[in-house]
């Protein structure tokens, strides 16, 4: 391994998880500029990227809850108004491995080394706190508070938007809780310190970017280098065929009011040759999707984190080696750390045999196990990166 490869700073050069949802306890030991997670389905790899994407953004409420949101994991909070107003919010109790929200219960996501971990942890409030709540929830609820969460990043805490009693909860007095706290939440009575600043993070799959999720990334990189990355990309599935890639606006007549009005859509089309029209992208299929909305993304991931689950979806096995140097190279330009999920070995091959012919890019395999309760991951050498370019070495094809 180079010199200059152990020289590159990455944010996550190893990566320790505990008390996070599924996972009890997990650790990584070597992360690398672009690192593929395999394993069985139901094993935990997609919640090894939720946990990545919670230290990104130092445990973020707004980030926390759309998290929950996105996996469902919701409750119904009833405010104690005259309208008696009824919404879903975040079931935060979820986050904990277990759903244990006792006195002992902590998350705890960052590198091995404990300095640089994030932290989230039961802790008492001090009288101000207290009176803050006690005043401001006459409307939600009618029990007190004994109880709260908060958020520790290196020299920063700040509590958490949801307290929890030691005891004596029932379904309907949590739900009313949830209420509150998101009350709480809003109007900063929890806490005044600033959050520490996050780390760029972009989610990416298994589903395939939006049309607007593809413009705004366009809109960003047009008319630069990494229009030109975006391109060839295309070009792994569509050939010589693809000769330019714009977007271009279509005005829409609005006529449901009486004075008609003009709005606009816009799309990403591209120019193929022997074709008179330009054809849109999402008309192109899943696999030229997957590939402009893998390099759009890395290309608007600068000095941050891309995390990208099921990453072999849409791809043809015949593609994946050039579609994984287009990912190292392109991670190592734009100073992106990636990481990605699997259970295909196509996907393995290709990753292994772009991680071989791209000595200056640190690739690193890992595999993720479980049993029962407990999860371990198993790193892969440069030497067995070089076999599993050649031939299966027990990945779970699938």
Known sequence: MS????????????????????????????????????????????????????????????????????????????????????????????????????????????????????????????????????????????????????????????????????????????????????????????????????????PLGPGLLSDKEIVRFWNAIALTDDEDRVTQALRLILGSDLERVAVIRDDVPDVSHERSEVGYVQRVVAKLQGQARPVPLQSLGDGALHLAGTALALTNSRDGFLLIDEVENGIHHSVQPDFWRMVFKTAQANNVQVIATTHSYDCVRGFAQAAVECEEVEGVLVRIERKDKEMWAVEYSERNLKAAAKQSIGIEVR
């Open 3 to 202: 010199q200059e490869r152990l020289d590159n700073h990455l944010h996550l050069p190893s990566l320790s998880i505990k008390g996070f949802r599924g996972i009890k306890e997990l650790s990584i030991e070597r992360l690398g500029r672009v690192t593929l997670l395999s394993g069985k389905n139901s094993v935990g790899k997609t919640t090894v990227l939720d946990a990545v994407q919670v230290y990104a953004a130092r445990g973020h409420y707004k980030v926390l809850s759309e998290l929950l949101e996105s996996r469902q994991e919701l409750a119904i909070a009833e405010t104690e108004d005259v309208r008696m107003h009824k919404r879903f919010v975040p079931d935060f109790a979820a986050l904990f491995h277990g759903r244990d929200v006792s006195r002992c219960a902590r998350i705890s996501i960052g590198p091995k080394s404990d300095t640089g971990q994030l932290r989230i942890e039961e802790t008492p409030l001090d009288d101000e706190q207290a009176s803050n709540i006690e005043q401001s929830l006459s409307l939600f609820i009618r029990d007190g508070y004994t109880q709260a969460f908060k958020v520790v990043f290196q020299d920063t805490e700040q509590i958490l938007p949801w307290v929890l009693p030691i005891q004596g909860s029932d379904a309907a007095r949590t739900v009313e809780r949830y209420g509150g706290s998101a009350y709480l939440y809003s109007y900063s009575l929890l806490g005044r310190a600033a959050w520490p600043s996050p780390i760029g993070c972009q």
